[in-house]
């Protein structure tokens, strides 16, 4: 199935393209690869305000990477010209996870992302990635996730 037909049959709908919230642009086009800018977690609209290991669980964390990966589509799409079949491939995902000093599960809150995305593109979506635990994150955000992506 194409990434339209995916993103159906899961019924997402891809959301407009934030505006940055500081001095940044949300994406960078050099040659064929896209830089995205970092995305934080939303929730209803809103910041998903919270730290791993204190008062947010992996589960709620890995829902957040998940909205993430579907606001970072959104952006992706843009950076395409409206058009996600010209991605080649997703090549790199770098998150980052508010978290307490003895929380080490960033790699499990982050495959809320990487399995969405991996779903959506199929094969193409299939990506390197780190997860970083960071004291904090702006806004007091739980997560932040960028990606790199090539197209054809």
């Known amino acids: 199935m194409s990434v339209y037909e995916n993103l159906k049959a899961l019924n997402i709908?891809?959301?407009?393209?934030?505006?940055?919230?500081?001095?940044?642009?949300?994406?960078?086009?050099?040659?064929?690869?896209?830089?995205?800018?970092?995305?934080?977690?939303?929730?209803?609209?809103?910041?998903w305000v919270g730290q791993l290991g204190k008062d947010i669980t992996?589960?709620?964390?890995?829902?957040?990477?998940?909205?993430?990966?579907?606001?970072l589509m959104a952006t992706l799409q843009a950076a395409t010209g409206?058009?996600?079949?010209?991605?080649?491939?997703?090549?790199?995902?770098?998150s980052l996870v508010n978290s307490t000093p003895?929380?080490?599960?960033?790699?499990?809150?982050?495959?809320?992302?990487?399995?969405?995305?991996s779903e959506v593109f199929g094969a193409k979506g299939i990506h390197?990635?780190?997860a970083f635990g960071v004291a904090q994150l702006p806004m007091g955000a739980c997560v932040?996730?960028?990606?790199?992506?090539?197209?054809?």
Do not use: C
């Open 144 to 152: 932040e996730i960028e990606m790199i992506a090539e197209l054809e």
């Open 58 to 71: 992996t589960d709620e964390a890995k829902q957040a990477a998940r909205n993430i990966a579907i606001d």
């Open 13 to 47: 709908t891809l959301p407009a393209v934030a505006a940055p919230a500081a001095a940044y642009v949300m994406y960078v086009q050099s040659g064929k690869t896209i830089y995205l800018s970092g995305h934080l977690a939303k929730r209803d609209g809103k910041i």
């Open 102 to 117: 003895d929380f080490t599960e960033q790699h499990l809150v982050t495959n809320g992302a990487s399995e969405l995305i």
């Open 82 to 94: 409206n058009d996600l079949t010209r991605v080649k491939r997703v090549v790199k995902l770098m």
């Open 128 to 130: 390197a990635r780190s």
